[in-house]
């Protein structure tokens, strides 16, 4: 619907806007390399539509990069470059445009790990080398910003995992650390909560898990129409917060049918999660009142 306004008004940059965001959060929540291929096609077309010296521009060249580097396991390496290319020009138009370095930055870090896989050891490492002048690019480009944050912390994971020399646990987590500063501006987007919480979880011990529910509950408190962070909060605190799982899940339950969006369609998986959520809750606990030694 959102494309064929685009094609009754296509130099209107709008409409298209409208059209691809709403396919951007599609995609990112029923995640599939056959729907990031249609994402950059799609893109594209929007792109040949509208005046060459929109604004807009900028963000259409963005998603039709994303479209090819979302695609992990079947992107190839001239679909790469390219890629890259678009999202280099894309920074260099506008250096704060964080999201943009966050695809780059992850761009090239999957890369050189594949390259690692591949055994092809000295193409990775000047892979790592090219990731880290970027990440270092993007610090300085937007010092504010999650990306460089986000990519520095990636890639000392992947340092010490590979237990290379001078990087130790807790330099990571003193990395993973100062990104809970980031807390406010990534509950402003679903992209922005998932990259943290995914961040956050890479730390070890039952703290981290506690702080990643905190910021899905405070998400959740923010946009409580946000079904995806709703089912994945209930499944995660059902771990670490008994009574802030089930109270979610049955809120979740209660909430009226959302008008039609890409939160409509994950409602039904929510109260799924939350049926099942406090029935297994309430199983345990009818078990452990019959049996206190289990």
Do not use: C
């Amino acid at each position: 619907m959102r494309f064929q306004r685009g094609r009754a008004t296509p130099s209107d940059p709008g409409p298209w806007m409208r059209a691809m965001e709403t396919l951007y959060d599609r995609n990112v929540a029923f995640n599939s390399d056959a729907l990031w291929r249609e994402f950059s096609s799609e893109a594209e077309q929007a792109a040949e539509r509208v005046p060459a010296e929109a604004p807009e521009q900028i963000r259409f060249k963005r998603w039709k990069a994303i479209g090819f580097t979302r695609r992990s396991t079947t992107i190839t390496e001239a679909e790469r470059s390219q890629a890259e290319t678009w999202l280099r020009e894309v920074v260099d138009k506008d250096p704060k445009f964080d999201a943009a370095w966050s695809d780059l930055i992850r761009s090239q870090l999957e890369a050189a790990q594949r390259l690692l896989t591949d055994n092809r050891v000295v193409d990775a490492r000047k892979r790592f080398t090219e990731l880290d002048a970027t990440i270092e690019a993007a610090r300085k480009a937007n010092p504010d910003g999650a990306a460089w944050r986000l990519g520095r912390l990636e890639r000392l994971s992947g340092q010490l995992a590979r237990k290379e020399p001078g990087i130790t646990p807790e330099a990571v987590d003193a990395v993973r650390t100062e990104l809970l500063a980031q807390e406010d501006k990534a509950i402003q987007s679903r992209d922005g909560t998932f990259q943290l919480a995914l961040a956050l979880l890479g730390g070890k011990g039952l703290e981290w898990q506690q702080r990643v529910v905190k910021l899905l509950a405070d998400r959740v408190t923010a946009q409580p129409n946000d079904m995806l962070a709703r089912r994945v909060l209930i499944l995660a605190a059902a771990e670490v917060d008994r009574d802030l799982a089930d109270r979610v899940a049955e809120e979740t339950i209660k909430m009226p049918n959302l008008p039609v969006s890409l939160d409509s369609l994950v409602q039904d998986e929510a109260r799924s999660t939350a049926i099942t959520g406090l029935f297994n809750a309430r199983f345990a606990k009818f078990v452990a009142e019959k049996d206190p030694t289990r």
